[in-house]
């Protein structure tokens, strides 16, 4: 079992549409969690965080936690073309200092 | 203010030739990091450093050196390149010590023929 998994995709929604991308992650013990946007070609780039059950807000991004389910979510409210990319999960684990461990991505297409 | 830089851009190598990624930060980061990237396999941690002087292995530290010069450089070296390392590389960097990469350089595309 991969210990954070996404669907690749390619997921695609029409603009102005609400995009939900979603990974689940195996380390019952894991406390952070992120959320990263890459551009084709481009660096990973740090979106999103989440640390308590919930949901956080931030502009058009929301991140949702479900520790009970191992469960994170990412929602793009008025999805762009602008914000085609892949996404990425990360999951910083309990095992040791450095534990971040990130998804393949989900690469999400926004249709005008 | 030019955040993490990472030199070369792209590079070819000959099986057994050797080579090293230079990464600097310039935001007075502690944390520095190397990920490789490949398809389907995710961003995947080579090696860390939590602060200047100290280096850790990551998850796929095998065939990889590294050396943290001074705070702002973290280099990745490989010193008998294979086929299997042909990948995209990424340096990353954090404030904190936490283990969360926050910055990422533009990458180095590494081909070993």
């Known amino acids: 079992q991969k210990e954070v998994e996404q669907n690749s995709g390619p997921l695609s929604v029409p603009e102005g549409a609400i995009a939900s991308l979603n990974c689940t992650y195996s380390?019952?013990?894991?406390?952070?969690f992120f959320w990263y946007r890459q551009y084709s070609g481009k660096s990973p780039e740090l979106i999103m965080f989440?640390?308590?059950?919930g949901d956080k807000e931030d502009g058009r991004f929301t991140a949702q936690l479900n520790k009970a389910s191992q469960y994170v979510s990412l929602l793009i409210r008025d999805s762009q073309p602008s914000d085609s990319a892949t996404y990425l999960c990360?999951?910083?684990?309990?095992?040791?200092?450095?534990?971040?461990?990130f998804g393949i991505g989900t690469k999400l297409q926004v249709i005008p | 203010n030019a955040g993490v830089t990472q030199t070369p851009k792209f590079q070819v190598l000959k099986t057994g030739q050797s080579m090293t990624l230079q990464c600097a930060q310039d935001?007075?980061?502690?944390?520095m990091y190397w990920y490789r990237q490949d398809p389907g396999m995710g961003l995947r941690l080579i090696y860390y450093?939590?602060?200047?002087?100290?280096?850790d292995k990551g998850e796929v530290p095998n065939g990889y050196n590294v050396s943290r010069l001074n705070k702002r450089e973290f280099s990745l070296r490989l010193e008998s390149a294979a086929p299997s390392q042909t990948s995209v590389y990424f340096c990353?960097?954090?404030?904190?010590?936490?283990?969360?990469?926050?910055?990422f350089g533009d990458g180095t595309r590494l081909s070993i023929l």
């Open positions: 380390d019952r013990g894991s406390q952070s």
């Open positions: 990360a999951v910083k684990g309990s095992g040791g200092y450095q534990k971040v461990t």
């Open positions: 989440i640390y308590s059950n």
């Open positions: 450093s939590a602060s200047e002087g100290t280096t």
């Open positions: 935001m007075n980061h502690n944390s």
């Open positions: 990353a960097s954090s404030r904190g010590q936490d283990g969360q990469p926050q910055h």
